[in-house]
């Protein structure tokens, strides 16, 4: 069974910092993945994205500089280090397989995601 479980949202202030992770299972690990967020109210939107071996990331121009992701394949997890986090950040947050490098388009469902709620 394909699960995916993040965790590690939680209530910010503007200009903390939080770690989101994702630990997967039930497929194989070692492909692209990506996180997503969706705001209240807003389309689910790309983050960031990261090869299977972790040595090339993308990220959305809205988190660049402040946003860095990376993977642990030995744990099957994909983590997500959000520094200088801004009011607009405030979303649910989700991670998934991508269909190819470059692609936004998930693999598998979603899981139940990660609250972050950035405070002014």
């Known amino acids: 069974q394909v699960q995916l479980v993040e965790s590690g949202g939680g209530l910010v202030q503007a200009g903390g910092s939080l770690r989101l992770s994702c630990a997967a299972s039930?497929?194989?690990?070692?492909?692209?993945m990506g996180w997503f967020r969706q705001a209240p109210g807003k389309d689910r939107e790309f983050v960031a994205s990261?090869?299977?071996?972790?040595?090339?990331?993308d990220y959305a121009d809205s988190v660049k500089g402040r946003f860095t992701i990376s993977r642990d394949n030995a744990k099957n997890t994909v983590y997500l280090q959000m520094n200088s986090l801004k009011p607009e950040d405030t979303a649910v947050y989700y991670c998934?397989?991508?269909?190819?490098?470059?692609?936004?388009?998930?693999?598998?469902?979603w899981g139940q995601g990660t609250q972050v709620t950035v405070s002014s």
């Open positions: 998934n397989w991508l269909r190819g490098w470059g692609s936004r388009d998930p693999t598998v469902s």
């Open positions: 039930g497929r194989t690990f070692s492909y692209y």
């Open positions: 990261i090869t299977n071996s972790g040595g090339t990331t």
